[in-house]
């Protein structure tokens, strides 16, 4: 983690809920990301942003949303639209410049049944 | 083709072996190469990080990058059972955001 905090660590939800993911940082890093990790499938993109009141779509935005009202926080909601919602979650943020490494928290693990 | 490929595994070694990883990837805009080690339920964690062709040593691990090629590696001297991890390359260009390999999976046997 060092400086990037996701919480909780175990969410557990009842299918049709809406559940958000919470990822903290002081790094004092611009960019913000959420990726999702399933077995076999490594990292997908879900959103990302770049500077705080902006962020774009990844790969897998479809029944996902964020904001980011400030820069130290990037929270993510899965909706009741995601059709697979049970997956572990990570956040990781980047410092300017495009070509820096992401630093990662150490997940959510979510579970909906 | 997928932008980056790496090889799953499971990859099981006997302690004190070297290990080889290895990523290929598509696009030649690619600059910069990160090795990302991942254990069991954490996030991962950056182990290497290169811009240019050639080797960068760290300890036991050794990352190189063949751009001609578009392979780059990771190599662990003396690999240890706390190695014992998924292991993920990461690439990209500066103007996108990272693209990862889908990780290879290791076991050093004790």
């Known amino acids: 983690d060092g400086g990037i905090t996701q919480s909780p660590k175990y969410l557990f939800r009842k299918e049709g809920q809406n559940v958000t993911l919470s990822c903290e940082q002081n790094?004092?890093?611009?960019?913000m990301y959420w990726y999702r990790q399933d077995p076999g499938q490594g990292l997908r993109l879900i959103y990302y942003?770049?500077?705080?009141?902006?962020?774009q779509k990844g790969d897998i935005a479809e029944g996902y949303s964020v904001s980011r009202e400030k820069k130290e926080s990037f929270p993510l909601t899965v909706t009741s639209a995601q059709k697979n919602p049970t997956a572990f979650y990570l956040c990781?943020?980047?410092?300017?410049?495009?070509?820096?490494?992401?630093?990662f928290g150490n997940g959510t693990r979510l579970t909906v049944t | 083709q997928k932008e980056v490929e790496q090889d799953p595994g499971p990859l099981s070694v006997p302690e004190g072996a070297i290990v080889s990883l290895n990523c290929t990837y598509s696009?030649?805009?690619?600059?910069?190469f990160m090795w990302y080690r991942q254990y069991s339920r954490k996030g991962p964690e950056l182990l290497m990080y290169?811009?240019?062709?050639g080797n960068k040593e760290d300890g036991r691990f050794t990352a190189q990058v063949d751009k001609s090629s578009k392979y780059i590696s990771l190599f662990i001297r003396d690999s240890q059972p706390s190695d014992s991890a998924t292991y993920l390359c990461?690439?990209?260009?500066?103007?996108?955001?990272?693209?990862f390999g889908k990780g290879t999976r290791l076991s050093v046997i004790a």
């Open positions: 290169t811009y240019s062709s």
């Open positions: 990461a690439i990209h260009s500066g103007n996108t955001p990272l693209v």
């Open positions: 990781a943020t980047e410092a300017t410049g495009g070509e820096s490494p992401l630093h």
């Open positions: 696009n030649s805009a690619f600059q910069y």
């Open positions: 790094l004092n890093h611009d960019a």
């Open positions: 942003s770049q500077i705080v009141n902006d962020f």
